[in-house]
């Protein structure tokens, strides 16, 4: 069996590794500079502010870099179906796509993030400029700077630092940003339209890097699954004073409610996933969120409509979930006093769990990297929401399996109000795993910088 070079000091010298280091000091400030231009460019989502502007941003310094950039746009046409709380708003992303020395041979490292934020919440609640990029104490303030144009940030001036230390690379590194994450879909204007239009393909792409913030220590192998369901109950009005005379919809609903609750629910405390951060998101859950019912006090309501949040750990799939949620149905039917019962079921989204094997090529040169500039062994960690893993893995024929999440920033940071990023201790240490990650995984060309040094 051939052995796979799958740490850093099999594929770069120790001056090699300092002259990185020493290099992630370096770009620092340009780093630090265009994530503050990234973070005053407001990208809101929904509706998804200003998406021409932020993609030209990150192109524009691709192009600088070195890299041959495109745009993909996504067709006026698609825009209702793909996004559909983007009211018309165009979907702009960018690719930059840098050759490697042995460009037709070597290896091909694609890293994606995502341009859009959460909405700020009320604006009062920050103590600084939500789209201002101020930093203070080491820390730079502003909704997006960890989730995750910090990541972007980082993503492309690591590969930047990788030149100024005067090493090549081997392989070829593209990287994309994207809109849409934050708004999910089953197919989306974003990592889904880049990977349903065939511009990422497993014959093209070894392995695939999303520099979600999950913390500088910790590689990301998977993220739980999902399913937003709405039950719609159909009854039959009738005077509020003759409820025997209709069909109560909202008693029906709220039947449901209690007796999903207490029969799935506790089947659902027995499993669990420990790798999921944070700890609270370890169990899988059944939530109701939404109920919506009845017009007026003296009428018997004829429609009742329950929406849920049901959140899966890996071992679990979606078809397991659906007829939990279904055998309640079908069992209230058999109830007496529900033999009218009637509804619809439709889900806005779902997405099966993820898990890759932590002991992939790419997984394994991450933990290694994170040993390397942490000195701490790295943790291996799944992300409690869905995030865009979900697309090569699981839309994709045939899928990239290696696709892992590794980004700077601290998911407890993630929409919160003053969310910020540690200049220093996050965006540059995790340009520096990111650098001796993707130097290790492609190859370098030269021993050039360790001589000079
Ligand atoms: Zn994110």
Not at 5 to 10: I, K, N, P, R, S
Not at 191 to 202: K, P, Q, S, T
Not at 402 to 411: A, E, K, L, Q, R
Request: glycine share 10%; net charge negative; hydrophobic share 40%.
């Amino acid at each position: 069996m051939v052995r796979t070079a799958d740490t850093v000091l099999d594929n770069l010298a120790a001056a090699q590794i300092a002259a990185i280091k020493q290099a992630t000091w370096d770009v620092l400030p340009k780093c630090q500079e265009f994530l503050r231009s990234l973070i005053q460019i407001d990208t809101t989502n929904p509706p998804g502010s200003n998406y021409p502007e932020c993609a030209k941003l990150i192109g524009d310094t691709l192009c600088e870099l070195g890299y041959a950039v495109q745009y993909v746009e996504v067709p006026s046409d698609q825009l209702g179906a793909l996004a559909p709380m983007g009211q018309g708003l165009p979907r702009v992303n960018v690719i930059g796509r840098h050759s490697g020395t042995q460009a037709g041979t070597g290896k091909t490292l694609h890293v994606n993030g995502h341009f859009d934020v959460v909405p700020i919440g009320v604006s009062e609640n920050w103590k600084y400029p939500p789209f201002g990029g101020e930093v203070h104490n080491g820390r730079m303030y502003g909704r997006g700077t960890a989730d995750m144009k910090g990541g972007i940030a980082a993503q492309i001036f690591a590969v930047e630092a990788l030149r100024k230390a005067g090493l090549k690379l081997r392989g070829n590194i593209e990287q994309s940003a994207v809109v849409d994450e934050e708004t999910t879909g089953i197919h989306n204007a974003g990592m889904g339209f880049l990977v349903d239009n065939g511009y990422i393909r497993a014959d093209k792409i070894d392995a695939i890097v999303i520099t979600e913030p999950l913390n500088t220590t910790n590689v990301c192998c998977g993220h739980r699954g999902t399913i937003w369901g709405t039950i719609t109950f159909r009854g039959r009005l009738s005077h509020g004073s003759m409820p025997g005379l209709g069909v109560n919809a909202l008693h029906h609903a709220c039947s449901f409610v209690q007796l999903a609750t207490t029969t799935i629910s506790p089947k659902l405390a027995l499993l669990g996933d420990d790798n999921v951060i944070p700890p609270a998101a370890r169990v899988p859950s059944l939530a109701f969120t939404v109920l919506k019912a009845g017009e007026n006090i003296n009428s018997i309501p004829d429609v009742a409509v329950v929406s849920f949040d049901r959140r899966l750990v890996p071992g679990e799939t979606l078809a397991g979930a659906r007829q939990q949620i279904f055998d309640v149905l079908e069992s209230m039917k058999q109830t007496p006093g529900f033999e009218e019962l009637n509804y619809e079921y439709k889900e806005d989204y779902h997405t099966e769990a993820t898990w890759v094997d932590p002991n992939l090529p790419i997984s394994r040169i991450f933990r290694d990297a994170i040993k390397v500039v942490t000195g701490q062994e790295a943790g291996i960690v799944s992300s409690p929401g869905s995030d865009d893993q979900r697309f090569p893995v699981h839309s994709l024929t045939p899928p990239i399996e290696s696709t892992i999440v590794y980004g700077p920033g601290c998911i407890s940071e993630a929409h919160i109000a003053d969310e910020s990023i540690d200049i220093e201790k996050e965006l540059r240490v995790g340009m520096e795993v990111m650098a001796l990650a993707f130097a290790s995984f492609l190859g370098v060309e030269s021993q050039q910088a360790a001589a000079r040094l």
